[in-house]
């Protein structure tokens, strides 16, 4: 299995957090340990929440909207241990992708400054985070993509999320860099080939859908009315209520009312379902329509409650008939105490977990055939990631090659000092030497390059690194080409 246990990841970046660096001075990196950082390259790192490890308060209190995602990719960079970053935050999860050369500077970075951006301490965040590294947030990623790590199962509205992350880490203010960008960029594709070559996406495939079900299981115990003779209206008219029309339309619905702030996007869906019959009214209205229905889905992007408790009690709505409240934003829109009131109803994000159980089930079998379609994409990413790691060696390699032609050459010169040659004799010497040079260092490079496998490439970084000394101290001005130490 590429996933792991991540509870010692979460207590060494909390306590570096609590207990180092409080002072801002970090000690100076040793020039051994920046050479080690080189040849490792940068690597991949998530550390996040979703619906899966976090309750929706905390959830609600990091969420970060679709135009804010670039400036909180810059603060990341920002503090120089995180060297590239990209923002996810949906209403289900939010997660920030970055790439590092030191793993545990940058994830007590990170955390840092999700602990401040959320108001929340290192402690109470810990709780909720999960952190993942190398292969497996790579994993993660291409999962998330697939729509294996949705609440329902193969929904498609997360592969449109992570298209809009890749798209927004390679704008010109973006983070994305040359490794983040291109895991993104290769989760979109992931994700593109799971829908076309399995039937993950059939039936449910967003949280509005799982709306939909979870109203239309519990119609019947909870109004003791059937589901098709409820009289349905929705707050709020953007994607996630066009989505819900969608799956309604689906079941054969035939007439909604759509409370909303004004009423251009109402009319927008009036126009895209001519086939139901779509009431529009303001929110002037909203204690009317709420009245006179039987199922309210709420999804605005307000930040206060739309409904709660006492609005019910002050509009002379609690206690009357039973009332279904379907709350599918983030932040939420109806408040918890409205489970208070009697005959009503109210569920949340949190709630879509019964659906979920249902569609899992009916869709392992195609959860199988995606994850091995994936583990083939995230093989082939981290094969071209560690591809990277040969550069730093090939430079070092060319550099301390050219250094000992150099110093050769010195002294060659030196010899021949009286032999008077013309500038043109001079310089084919020069060439001379770098020829010899360049053709003896042709084969381990290349059989560098080519090398396919991740543990031959290690092996063969390995065993370069020690047949040239690469990370031995560079030669002093003076220079020792033939390496001898000083007795």
């Not at 619905?253 to 869906?269: A, D």
Request: charged letters at 30%.
């Amino acid at each position: 299995s590429m996933t792991r246990s991540t509870g010692a990841l979460n207590m060494v970046a909390s306590q570096e957090i609590v207990n180092g660096e409080a002072n801002g001075v970090k000690p100076r990196k040793t020039r051994e340990e920046r050479l080690r950082e080189a040849s490792k390259g940068l690597q991949v790192h998530v550390v996040g929440l979703s619906i899966h490890h976090a309750q929706v308060e905390v959830r609600e209190k990091l969420a970060i909207p679709e135009p804010d995602w670039n400036s909180a990719s810059n603060e990341l960079c920002a503090s120089g241990d995180v060297a590239e970053a990209a923002v996810l935050s949906t209403c289900n999860r939010f997660e920030v992708y970055y790439a590092a050369t030191d793993p545990r500077e940058a994830m007590a970075s990170v955390t840092n400054y999700l602990s401040k951006r959320a108001n929340l301490p290192v402690s109470t965040l810990r709780k909720n985070l999960f952190m993942l590294s190398g292969e497996d947030a790579v994993w993660h990623i291409m999962r998330v993509a697939g729509g294996l790590d949705s609440l329902v199962v193969g929904e498609g509205q997360i592969l449109s999320q992570v298209r809009q992350c890749h798209l927004h880490s390679i704008e010109d203010d973006g983070c994305g860099g040359k490794v983040l960008s291109r895991l993104l960029n290769n989760a979109v594709a992931a994700g593109k080939r799971v829908r076309s070559e399995t039937a993950i996406s059939k039936g449910s495939v967003s949280i509005s859908s799982a709306a939909v079900e979870l109203s239309e299981m519990l119609s019947q115990p909870d109004l003791q009315l059937p589901f098709s003779e409820a009289r349905l209206a929705v707050v709020g008219a953007g994607k996630m209520t066009r989505l819900l029309i969608t799956h309604l339309a689906s079941r054969g619905l035939e007439k909604i009312t759509i409370v909303n702030r004004s009423m251009g996007r109402p009319q927008e869906l009036q126009e895209q379902f001519p086939d139901v019959d779509i009431e529009v009214k303001l929110m002037d209205d909203l204690w009317d329509v709420v009245g006179r229905s039987d199922i309210v889905y709420t999804a605005t992007s307000s930040e206060e409650y739309v409904i709660d408790e006492q609005l019910m009690e002050e509009n002379g709505l609690a206690g009357g008939k039973p009332l279904m409240l379907v709350d599918i934003s983030v932040p939420r829109n109806v408040g918890t105490d409205c489970k208070n009131i009697p005959n009503v109803f109210a569920y949340n994000v949190d709630d879509l977990k019964a659906v979920v159980a249902k569609n899992t089930a009916m869709r392992q079998k195609e959860m199988i055939e995606a994850e091995n379609l994936l583990r083939e994409e995230a093989r082939a990413f981290s094969g071209w990631r560690e591809s990277l790691s040969a550069i730093p060696t090939i430079n070092q390699l060319q550099e301390r090659a050219d250094a000992y032609r150099k110093a050769e050459l010195d002294k060659c010169n030196r010899k021949l000092a009286k032999a008077d040659l013309s500038d043109r004799e001079r310089e084919a010497v020069e060439r001379l030497s770098r020829g010899i040079v360049n053709k003896l260092l042709h084969g381990p490079m290349s059989h560098l390059r080519k090398t396919e496998s991740i543990e031959d490439k290690k092996s063969a970084l390995k065993e370069l690194s020690a047949m040239f000394r690469l990370e031995e101290e560079e030669l002093s001005t003076r220079g020792r080409p033939n390496g001898r130490s000083r007795k």
